[in-house]
């Protein structure tokens, strides 16, 4: 005990005479990195809400969830409707691509592909991801819109289809990766099991894996979401800037994003309405997807399964 108390008292003597300044230094350098995107994320709140303050005091609640958008006329009118309806339209349209595509490359990756086989195709799939959605934008417009011209002759040159299909495309390696992380997760025992009860791995994947990974599948369905309703180019360029309400997807719409972009190119003069209207929509924009994205959370949290 007393050979204790002697080592004791001198690892204690020794952490006092060293100087730990690193020890110090780096938590507080942590903590700056850390709290620089809290910061940032206060400042783009408290400016978009300060901002689209000044557009709802000037503008009544119920004409922005109004139909009649025509914030460049004489007398302008600033109904967010058409607004709302193409972005959930292209996002629908994307995630109907994207869905289905990305969980068939996870379930195949995650439960048929060899080992050979998985490591070529997905980095090929990941690829997706690291294209730049102006150059999605043009592959809609320049190529994408020409061949459904081909199959629907109604379809316009500027339309929501189009960047709707490139998106979901755009999309894909999200939802796969995501799907194939949860899919992989589900522990071996739980298919092992399942294959020596006499299942096959069709039967095994449908039944035992999707089944085990079903919150992590529908948190990367609900991000997909998220991703494509905040998506700006792909529409700015190929669905169009039509204000007009419509859900013929044939026809050019306009989201909230290309709203955003097409004013900021200096359409609308710095303290107008108009101007405004743009942190109003950035503000409504903002809200959805972080909506969206604690929905993801929530359904992460709550369909989890712990093994």
């Given at each position: 005990?007393?050979?204790?108390?002697?080592?004791?008292?001198?690892?204690?003597?020794?952490?006092?005479?060293?100087?730990?300044?690193?020890?110090?230094?780096?938590?507080?350098?942590?903590?700056?990195?850390?709290l620089?995107?809290?910061?940032?994320?206060?400042?783009?709140?408290?400016?978009?809400?300060t901002?689209?303050?000044r557009?709802?005091?000037?503008?009544?609640?119920?004409?922005?969830?109004?139909?009649?958008?025509?914030?460049?006329?004489?007398?302008?009118?600033?109904?967010?409707?058409?607004?709302?309806?193409?972005?959930?339209?292209?996002?629908?349209?994307?995630?109907?691509?994207?869905?289905?595509?990305?969980?068939?490359a996870?379930?195949?990756?995650?439960?048929?592909?060899?080992?050979?086989?998985?490591k070529?195709?997905?980095p090929?799939?990941?690829?997706?991801a690291?294209?730049p959605?102006?150059?999605?934008?043009?592959?809609?417009?320049?190529?994408?819109?020409?061949?459904?011209?081909?199959?629907?002759?109604?379809?316009?040159?500027k339309?929501?289809?189009?960047?709707g299909?490139?998106?979901?495309?755009m999309?894909?390696p999200?939802?796969?990766?995501?799907?194939?992380?949860?899919?992989?997760?589900v522990?071996?025992?739980m298919?092992?099991?399942?294959?020596?009860?006499?299942?096959?791995k069709?039967e095994?994947?449908f039944?035992?894996?999707?089944?085990?990974?079903?919150?992590g599948?529908l948190?990367?369905?609900?991000?997909?979401?998220?991703?494509?309703?905040?998506?700006?180019?792909?529409?700015?360029?190929a669905?169009?800037?039509?204000k007009a309400?419509?859900?013929?997807?044939?026809?050019?719409?306009?989201?909230?994003?290309?709203?955003?972009?097409?004013?900021?190119?200096?359409?609308?003069a710095?303290?107008?309405?108009?101007?405004?209207?743009?942190?109003?929509?950035?503000?409504l924009?903002?809200?959805?997807?972080?909506?969206?994205?604690?929905?993801?959370?929530?359904?992460s949290?709550?369909?989890?399964?712990?093994?």
């Amino acid at each position: 005990m007393e050979k204790e108390t002697k080592v004791r008292e001198l690892i204690q003597k020794k952490i006092k005479e060293k100087n730990y300044v690193m020890d110090k230094i780096v938590p507080a350098f942590l903590l700056t990195m850390a709290l620089i995107s809290v910061f940032t994320t206060f400042g783009i709140v408290i400016t978009l809400i300060t901002d689209a303050f000044r557009f709802f005091s000037a503008v009544p609640i119920s004409e922005v969830f109004s139909t009649d958008l025509a914030p460049l006329n004489k007398n302008p009118r600033f109904g967010f409707i058409p607004l709302f309806v193409g972005t959930i339209t292209t996002s629908l349209i994307a995630m109907m691509v994207a869905v289905p595509v990305g969980l068939a490359a996870a379930i195949y990756l995650s439960q048929f592909a060899s080992q050979r086989v998985r490591k070529v195709v997905k980095p090929m799939l990941e690829v997706l991801a690291g294209i730049p959605t102006i150059v999605y934008g043009f592959f809609a417009y320049s190529f994408v819109t020409p061949l459904l011209m081909n199959l629907i002759p109604s379809l316009e040159a500027k339309n929501a289809l189009s960047p709707g299909i490139v998106m979901g495309i755009m999309i894909i390696p999200m939802v796969a990766s995501l799907s194939e992380d949860a899919m992989n997760a589900v522990p071996e025992i739980m298919k092992e099991g399942a294959l020596g009860l006499g299942s096959t791995k069709l039967e095994v994947a449908f039944k035992v894996v999707i089944p085990a990974a079903i919150s992590g599948i529908l948190s990367s369905i609900v991000l997909g979401i998220s991703r494509a309703i905040g998506e700006t180019m792909i529409v700015t360029i190929a669905s169009g800037s039509s204000k007009a309400f419509t859900l013929d997807i044939t026809r050019s719409m306009q989201t909230m994003t290309s709203y955003i972009v097409e004013f900021t190119s200096g359409d609308a003069a710095s303290g107008t309405t108009g101007y405004y209207s743009l942190y109003a929509v950035g503000l409504l924009l903002f809200v959805f997807t972080m909506g969206m994205n604690q929905l993801a959370h929530y359904i992460s949290k709550k369909y989890r399964e712990a093994y």
